[in-house]
């Protein structure tokens, strides 16, 4: 466990009111991503406090008002999992980096270019992204952020995002290997012949087509029938 001069605050305001936590950075983190599920080893102390540099501890009866309980565990799951958590600047800078690549490969398999309508290389969307002011932040999902992202990108980069449906047949040998992958994506359309062969149409981004019909060949051998629409 680290020692509470190395922890880090995770606080919420419930009710007009502020409660906070001592917090292990890395464990607390973990949590936090859902990498860690217990609460072991993440509370340096098991107090739930309104001001805890100054170690002002809560009311019970503030407690037992915000959230329903004066359960130590389950309040700083809450916060946790609902509250600000204060990341160490190391922490942030790494998630930050990753983030940025998250959000870049995303751009790079749903967006085209539409000078050519083929898929930006990662390399020219990073390049990119490194030249235009970004506001990222690192807690968020990374698809949630797209749309800011590429709004931004735009002024350094043409940016086109698009769908393509695709009708797809596979006949009954290769059926149910196929199944698994088209489900994979949104579809629109599917039935099953009599044959026992599938068919259906689904709707993907333009920039994935290639990688999804490289997918569809290797997991049927080849063999299928496709159809842009």
Do not use: C
């Given at each position: ?30 949590y936090r991503q859902g990498q860690k599920k217990e609460l072991n080893n993440v509370l ?186």
């Open positions: 466990m680290v020692s509470l001069d190395k922890s880090i605050i995770a606080h919420i305001k419930v009710q007009g009111k502020q409660f906070e936590i001592y917090v292990d950075p890395d464990a607390g983190l973990a340096p102390v098991e107090e739930i406090f309104t001001d805890a540099k100054a170690s002002e501890r809560a009311k019970s009866s503030d407690l037992q008002k915000a959230f329903g309980t004066q359960d130590v565990f389950a309040i700083a799951e809450r916060i946790l999992k609902e509250g600000e958590l204060a990341l160490t600047t190391e922490q942030k800078r790494k998630m930050m980096e990753l983030k940025r690549k998250q959000i870049a490969q995303l751009i790079s398999r749903e967006a085209t270019d539409p000078r050519t309508g083929a898929p930006h290389p990662l390399v020219r969307i990073e390049a990119a992204m490194d030249k235009v002011r970004l506001d990222i932040d690192p807690m968020q999902d990374a698809a949630a952020q797209m749309d800011k992202v590429i709004s931004a990108l735009r002024i350094e980069l043409p940016i086109k995002m698009e769908k393509k449906r695709i009708a797809i047949k596979v006949p009954a040998v290769h059926a149910h290997r196929a199944y698994g992958l088209l489900k994979g994506q949104h579809m629109e359309k599917e039935e099953w012949g009599s044959d026992g062969s599938l068919m259906g149409v689904i709707t993907i981004p333009a920039g994935m087509v290639g990688e999804f019909l490289d997918k569809l060949n290797k997991a049927t051998s080849g063999d299928n029938q496709t159809k842009m629409l």
